[in-house]
């Protein structure tokens, strides 16, 4: 079975950073695309940013400039460092990964939390 599991979420001031990694297993990673969502309380979920099995990225506006998103094809892992963190980036952070080619092939995983202190 598929999985995937983010770690480095917490808590962490207005202005500083934290760094999400999701770990992926028993999937052709090098084919999927994979993405960062965040979920806040009483809010949609939201596409933060993406990266493509080809390593074209992008990103929502709120986050350009502060976050990255980076993969490890032969770790089986995607980054997302975020920096100069502000409180609207208060969420649940979840790592997806859909299959470039047959898209119907998407995963999740269980999500960590985000707190960013004022």
């Known amino acids: 079975q598929v999985q995937l599991v983010e770690s480095g979420g917490g808590l962490v001031q207005a202005g500083g950073s934290l760094r999400l990694s999701c770990a992926a297993s028993?999937?052709?990673?090098?084919?999927?695309?994979m993405a960062w969502y965040r979920q806040a309380p009483g809010k949609q979920r939201e596409l933060v940013a993406a990266i493509s099995n080809g390593g074209s990225t992008n990103f929502v506006d709120s986050v350009k400039g502060r976050f990255t998103i980076s993969r490890d094809n032969a770790k089986k892992t995607v980054d997302l460092q975020m920096n100069s963190l502000k409180p609207e980036d208060t969420a649940v952070y979840y790592c997806?990964?859909?299959?470039?080619?047959?898209?119907?092939?998407?995963?999740w995983g269980q999500g960590t939390q985000v707190t960013v202190s004022s």
């Open positions: 997806n990964a859909r299959d470039h080619y047959t898209p119907t092939f998407e995963y």
């Open positions: 028993r999937i052709i990673f090098s084919i999927y695309d």
